[in-house]
C-alpha cells in the first residue's frame, strides 16, 4: 500500500510544481510596451520589421581581441589596425537570415559614419571570401568590405555564448561599450542613441 501512495505521490508532483511556475506572469508581460521603430524593452531591442535582439552590457570594458581574420584582398587584418576611433564589429554570415536582413542598414550606417566610427561586418562562412563577396554584389552592399573569418577566430575570442548576428561597440580605446545579440535596424533612431555611448 506505501508503494502505490509513494507512486501517486511521484506522479503528482510535477503536476503540483508546474501549476506554481505557470502561477508566474511570463516576462514579455513585466516589460513595457515597444514605442517607435525600435524600443528598448529592459534589455531587448524590437525593430519595426520584426528583428529582434538583446542588448547585454556583460563584458563593458573588455578589450577587443587581437585575433587575424581577412579582409577583401585576403590579406591578414585584427581589429587592432582600426585603433584610435570607435569600432562597430558585426559578426554574421550569409547562411543567417536575420544577419542578411540587417545588412543593408548596416551598409548604409557605414556610410554615415565614415570618418567617425569604423564599422566591420566579419563574415563567419566556412567557404571565406566567394559566398561574401556574391551576397554583397546580390544585394548591393558597397560600404561594407567583405572581412572573413572562416577559421571563426574573432567569435571564439571575443567571450559569451556566440549567436549570429552578434555586434559589438568598442570606444576609440578598443574597450567593449555594449553588444546586440541579433538582428536590427541599424538606421534606427534608437540605435543611433546606443551608438552614440561609445567615445
Do not use: H
Request: charged share 25%; net charge negative; aromatic share 8%.
Amino acid at each position: 500500500m506505501s508503494r502505490v501512495i509513494f507512486r501517486s505521490l511521484l506522479i503528482a508532483l510535477p503536476l503540483f510544481l508546474g501549476a506554481c511556475d505557470r502561477q508566474s506572469a511570463p516576462k514579455e508581460q513585466a516589460e513595457p510596451a515597444a514605442t517607435g521603430k525600435a524600443a528598448k524593452q529592459g534589455f531587448g531591442l524590437v525593430s519595426e520589421s520584426g528583428l529582434k535582439a538583446e542588448l547585454s552590457y556583460e563584458f563593458v570594458g573588455r578589450p577587443a581581441p587581437d585575433v587575424i581574420f581577412a579582409d577583401a584582398e585576403e590579406g591578414e587584418v585584427s581589429l587592432s589596425d582600426f585603433a584610435g576611433k570607435p569600432i562597430l564589429v558585426n559578426i554574421w554570415a550569409t547562411w543567417c537570415a536575420p544577419c542578411k536582413a540587417e545588412m543593408p542598414t548596416l551598409d548604409a550606417l557605414a556610410k554615415l559614419e565614415e570618418g567617425k566610427m569604423s564599422v566591420i561586418a566579419v563574415s563567419q562562412d566556412l567557404q571565406g571570401l566567394k559566398p561574401v563577396q556574391s551576397f554583397f554584389d546580390a544585394t548591393g552592399v558597397a560600404n561594407l568590405e567583405p572581412y572573413t573569418d572562416p577559421d571563426n577566430r574573432l567569435s571564439g575570442a571575443v567571450g559569451g555564448a556566440v549567436v549570429l548576428p552578434l555586434t559589438i561597440l568598442y570606444d576609440s580605446k578598443g574597450r567593449e561599450v555594449w553588444r546586440i545579440i541579433g538582428g536590427v535596424e541599424w538606421d534606427d533612431a534608437e540605435v543611433k542613441k546606443l551608438l552614440d555611448e561609445a567615445v
